[in-house]
Nanobody, 128 residues
Framework: QEQLVESGGGLVQAGGSLRLSCAAS????????MGWFRQPPGKERREFVA????????YYVDSVKGRFTISRDMSMNTMYLQMNSLKPEDTAVYFC?????????????????????WGQGTQVTVSS
């Protein structure tokens, strides 16, 4: 059983930056494909933000390209999401997720069903 714990959320003004962290509990973290999703206020479904594969390959939703950077530190069993130039529409609860072996086989890992484990979420609020 894997446990994921997010941290780093908070309140920031538009144009500001935040860095989210997602800590995994097992050293097998290095074999996982990882993703960030978010759930804006009033929305029922989580929406895809970014993914980073076990081999370092990354993919972003168009709305965050050039502003957000996903990365991971294998030695710390931790994934990060550096968020710059934040906008009010980035306000959401942000979740990290893990796709563990045997993998989902998804090409882009954009669907919630592609992931096996989820964190509890961290709130990001961007004021205008």
């Amino acid at each position: 059983q894997e446990q994921l714990v997010e941290s780093g959320g908070g309140l920031v003004q538009a144009g500001g930056s935040l860095r989210l962290s997602c800590a995994a509990s097992r050293h097998t973290f290095r074999t996982y494909n990882m993703g960030w999703f978010r759930q804006p206020p009033g929305k029922e479904r989580r929406e895809f933000v970014a993914t980073i594969r076990w081999n370092g390959g990354t993919y972003y939703v168009d709305s965050v390209k050039g502003r957000f950077t996903i990365s991971r530190d294998m030695s710390m069993n931790t994934m990060y999401l550096q968020m710059n130039s934040l906008k009010p529409e980035d306000t959401a609860v942000y979740f990290c997720a893990a796709d563990i072996p045997p993998y989902s086989g998804s090409s882009y890992l954009k669907a919630e069903a592609d992931y096996d484990y989820w964190g509890q979420g961290t709130q990001v609020t961007v004021s205008s």
